[in-house]
Nanobody
Framework: QVQLVESGGGLVQAGGSLRLSCAASGRTLSVYTMGWFRQAPGKEREFVAA????????RYADSVKGRFTIAGDNGKKTVNLQMNSLKPEDTAVYYC???????????????WGQGTQVSVSS
C-alpha cells in the first residue's frame, strides 16, 4: 500500500501564491507518476498537473498552464505544486495522487491523499 500525505494550502487573496507538498511512503516502487487533482463544490474532480518519474515529463491542465509548476524528487517520492497568480476559480480541495501510468485521467491513479483546501478570495 502507498500512503500520501499532503501539506500546504490555505486562504490567499487573488493574485497570491501557495505551495502544496505531498510525500509518498510505503510500497512506492510501483509509483511512476505523481500528480495533483482538484475538486470544487458541486463539480467533478479534475486534473491539475502530473510529473513522470520515468521520463521526467510534466503535464498541466490548460487552466493552470503558466501559473502552476509541478516538481518533485523521485528518490524521496515527494512532489510539490507551486501555484502563482491564483484566481478565485482555483478554489477547491486539492488531492495528491500517485500511480503507475503517466495520465491525466483520475481513474489511472491508484493512490490518493486526504486532500487539502485551497481558497482564493477576490
Amino acid at each position: 500500500q502507498v500512503q500520501l500525505v499532503e501539506s500546504g494550502g490555505g486562504l490567499v487573496q487573488a493574485g497570491g501564491s501557495l505551495r502544496l507538498s505531498c510525500a509518498a511512503s510505503g510500497r512506492t516502487l510501483s509509483v511512476y507518476t505523481m500528480g495533483w487533482f482538484r475538486q470544487a463544490p458541486g463539480k467533478e474532480r479534475e486534473f491539475v498537473a502530473a510529473i513522470s518519474w520515468s521520463g521526467g515529463g510534466t503535464r498541466y491542465a490548460d487552466s493552470v498552464k503558466g501559473r502552476f509548476t509541478i516538481a518533485g524528487d523521485n528518490g524521496k517520492k515527494t512532489v510539490n505544486l507551486q501555484m502563482n497568480s491564483l484566481k478565485p476559480e482555483d478554489t477547491a480541495v486539492y488531492y495528491c495522487a500517485a500511480g503507475g501510468v503517466f495520465s491525466l485521467v483520475r481513474y489511472e491513479y491508484k493512490h490518493w491523499g486526504q486532500g487539502t483546501q485551497v481558497s482564493v478570495s477576490s
